[in-house]
């Protein structure tokens, strides 16, 4: 079973509009955390935004926010007033437990925003 | 500044070759990264090391090595073994491998196996 499904593989926004990324996610373990990274078409992945499995609020980060519902054992990402630099794919990943190095990342969502 | 560098940023080689991907990171970060990306698809896990002259194999370790002789290093050898190595590689540190710690990525290199 995939442990991060990303469902939309590509997404069209329009510039200043917001945009909601979908991820889903699937552990028996209590403890895990969750990233989001953005890939521009240079290659580099850029941290975005991080949500633990205990954590009470919402993660958020300048113009990035995580709906974070762990009954559905989903993390989205919404992005506000979306910029053209926001192009790019966008993965999410996951660590479960306490004590492991281990990342594990869907397969990303393309989103280009259009003026 | 400070920040995780891979050279080179392309890299070509012929079939049978071995080949050595360097990463350094001048962050002070404990716990170093490799991992590769094939088009359309997330990054899998090579191998990571926690401290210096130590490392663990990840999910698709065969067919590649590497060393930490020092704590701002972490190469990444392909080998001839590896059955298709042509991908897009990236080398990531993280503070201290503790399951909160972000990881952050280098630049990457792009290998092509000819």
């Known amino acids: 079973a995939q442990k991060i499904t990303q469902t939309q593989p590509g997404m069209f926004v329009q510039e200043k509009e917001a945009v909601t990324l979908d991820c889903t996610y699937d552990t028996s373990d209590p403890s895990y955390g969750l990233f989001w990274y953005k890939q521009p078409s240079s290659g580099e992945m850029i941290f975005l935004i991080y949500q633990g499995s205990y954590d009470q609020q919402n993660a958020t980060e300048g113009r990035y926010s995580l709906n974070f519902q762990k009954a559905r054992k989903s993390a989205n990402l919404v992005i506000s007033a979306s910029q053209l630099g926001d192009s790019a794919m966008y993965f999410c990943a996951m660590r479960e437990g306490w004590n492991t190095d281990k990342l594990i990342f869907g397969t990303g969502t393309r989103l280009q925003v259009f003026p | 500044d400070g920040g995780i560098t891979q050279s080179p940023k392309y890299l070509f080689r012929k079939e049978g070759q071995n080949v050595t991907l360097s990463c350094e990171q001048n962050?002070?970060?404990?716990?170093m990264y490799w991992y590769r990306q094939d088009p359309g698809q997330g990054l899998r896990l090579i191998y990571y090391s926690q401290i210096v002259n130590d490392f663990q194999k990840g999910d698709i370790a065969e067919g590649y090595s590497v060393s930490r002789e020092k704590k701002e290093s972490f190469p990444l050898t392909v080998t001839s073994a590896q059955k298709n190595p042509t991908a897009f590689y990236l080398c990531a540190s993280s503070p201290s491998g503790e399951s909160t710690d972000t990881q952050y990525f280098g630049p990457g290199t792009r290998l092509t196996v000819l």
């Open positions: 962050l002070n970060h404990d716990a």
